[in-house]
């Protein structure tokens, strides 16, 4: 079984992006070890604060984000990161290549239930002499990513990565720390009868998304002829894990519970970095309106209608959306 660096450094990665994903892992193997840890290290739930999204954050949100924040700043290998629990973005080395953009702990509120969390992490190039105090260097379209991946902190601790050229899955082997190749080439089959949605919104969606849904739920007697099964994990990275390990169909789309907020998913860390994951195995991901990793984004926090998985699937849900 291979390890990650000699599999990357085969696929051509330079040695400076390898140092950063490797940084990138150092800080995961450490929220993986207090994950694993739950109630016996004392991080399991709230703080009394919230963060600039107004979400109350998880004692785990932050101990993920200052291991994150901290390791890749000391590390020099970053020019500026942000973060989903950080206000603003946070200048690091002027002279480094790269810039971070992370979700540390995604699906949080499954901490306190000892269920399916991740850090999801997007990797750009930045802009040849720019500032690195200056948010807009973050304004990059998906397909600008040269990194791309998630850690799954569940009965195993697992790595989807992509360098641009395919999706490869690791497996954290506890006993001597290092992620090992488990799986060559993610690939998303073209068919599905499973899909992922929060289905406790169904009233606010739009009617697009209403008629799709309604059309799987009738199953075999509908018109789309066969069956659908659902499940919904509540952190993205847990559903999405489920769509490059047999397919599956996760999305969620625009709402109108609250008027100041259509939607849920943040676009830089975590739809871009899901999209090109999923794209690289063969699958695809939209916006309803756009490919996500069309996008140019216009703030660092702005979030996007998404809809993820194989390919068929994500084809026929558009096909409400024309
Ligand atoms: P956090 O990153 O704040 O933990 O949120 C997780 C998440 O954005 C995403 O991973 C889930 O799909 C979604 O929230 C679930 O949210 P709801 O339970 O509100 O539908």
Redesign the pocket.
């Known amino acids: 079984m291979r390890r990650l660096p000699p599999v990357l450094i085969e696929d051509g990665c330079s040695r400076e992006l390898l140092s950063l994903i490797r940084t990138i892992l150092a800080a995961c193997k450490e929220i993986s070890f207090r994950v694993g840890q739950g109630a016996l290290s004392g991080v399991l739930g709230s703080t009394l604060d919230e963060n600039i999204q107004g ?1 109350t954050q998880k004692k785990l949100d932050v101990l993920s984000n200052q291991l994150l924040k901290d390791i890749l700043l000391e590390s020099g290998y970053v020019k500026a990161i942000a973060s ?1 629990e950080e206000d603003y973005t946070v200048a690091g080395n002027p002279d480094a290549e790269y810039i971070v953009a992370f ?1 540390p ?5 499954n901490t306190d239930i000892n269920s399916l969390v991740g850090t999801i992490f997007s990797i750009m190039r930045a802009p040849k002499d720019s500032d690195p105090a200056d948010e807009r260097i973050f304004m990059q379209p998906g397909h600008q990513q040269v990194a791309a991946g998630y850690v799954l902190y569940g009965p195993c601790t697992t790595l989807a990565l992509t360098i641009g050229k395919g999706t490869r899955i690791f497996t954290l082997d506890k006993t001597h720390g290092s992620f090992m190749l488990t799986q060559e080439f993610a690939k998303i089959p073209e068919d599905t009868k499973e899909f992922a949605i ?1 289905a406790s919104n169904q009233r606010h969606w739009q009617p697009a998304m209403q008629n799709y849904v309604n059309d799987l739920l009738a199953g075999d007697t509908g018109p789309r002829g066969k069956n659908f099964n659902m499940r919904w994990i ?4 847990g ?1 999405v894990h489920r769509v490059l390990c047999r397919g599956g169909l996760f999305t ?1 789309p625009a709402d109108t519970k609250d008027p100041n907020k259509p939607f ?2 943040r676009l830089l860390y ?1 739809a871009n970095p899901m999209a090109l994951l999923v794209e690289q195995a063969g699958g695809m991901a939209h916006t309803g309106d756009a490919r996500i990793l069309d996008i140019d984004p216009q703030e660092i926090h702005q979030r996007v209608s998404v809809i993820l998985g194989s390919k068929n699937e994500v084809e026929a849900c558009l096909a409400y959306h024309k």
């Open positions: 979400e989903e979700d702990l995604d699906g949080s509120s929060n509540a952190a993205m990275v559903d969620y849920k998913l975590e």
